[in-house]
C-alpha cells in the first residue's frame, strides 16, 4: 500500500479518489455521490477507487463492481491519491 505526506496527518495511506471527490476531502467537505470499483490485477483485487457519477457517465464505467485492470486503464478514468484518513472522515460526517 503507497503512503502520503498528509499536512493534517503525518505518513498516512492512501485512497484513490476521482478529481471531484479529491476537491472536497481537500476542502473538508462530504465528498459527492459515490461509487466504488475495485480493481483487478491477474485475479486479486488490488486497488478500490471512489468517483463520482459524473466521472463514471464520462468514462463510461459500470454503475460499480469489480473490473479488470485492462478495463479500467482502456476507459481513462481517474484516479488520483488522498489522505485516506482525510477521507475516511469526510465520509464519517453526519
Do not use: K, N
Not at 2 to 9: A, M, T, V
Not at 64 to 73: I, P, V
Request: with cysteine; hydrophobic share 45%.
Amino acid at each position: 500500500m503507497g503512503r502520503i505526506l498528509c499536512q493534517d496527518h503525518g505518513p498516512s495511506g492512501i485512497a484513490f479518489v476521482c478529481p471531484h471527490v479529491r476537491a472536497a476531502v481537500l476542502i473538508g467537505a462530504e465528498p459527492p455521490q459515490r461509487a466504488r470499483y475495485e480493481i483487478d490485477i491477474d485475479g486479486d483485487v488490488v486497488l478500490a477507487v471512489l468517483a463520482c457519477p459524473q466521472c463514471a457517465i464520462d468514462h463510461q464505467l459500470p454503475a460499480t463492481g469489480t473490473m479488470a485492470w485492462e478495463d479500467y486503464d482502456r476507459a481513462g478514468a481517474p484516479g488520483t491519491a488522498v489522505c485516506a484518513a482525510c477521507l475516511a472522515s469526510c465520509l464519517d460526517r453526519p
